[in-house]
């Protein structure tokens, strides 16, 4: 079994590099698991933060809100 984190974005260039972190270090523990950064349309940096994370990162062209993103 293999589970996905959904992780809604926007705006989040402070925090996004440690919620990965967190997520991908439950490898460690044997449990087969990948974060998906739903980035809804950053005018920050998220997004090359995230591209250079070990995370699936799916870009937005509009921000649709944590409703749509999810």
Known sequence: MK???I???HNE???IS????GIISLRSTGIKI????VN???TDS????C???DCILLNLPINIGIGGTV
Do not use: G
């Not at 998220?46 to 933060?49: A, F, G, L, P």
């Open 3 to 5: 589970i996905a984190v």
């Open 13 to 15: 260039e402070d925090s």
């Open 40 to 42: 809804d349309c950053s």
């Open 7 to 9: 992780i809604p974005a």
């Open 34 to 37: 990948d974060a998906i950064v």
């Open 18 to 21: 440690n919620v990965v972190a």
């Open 51 to 53: 591209a250079a994370l």
């Open 46 to 49: 998220t997004e090359n933060i």
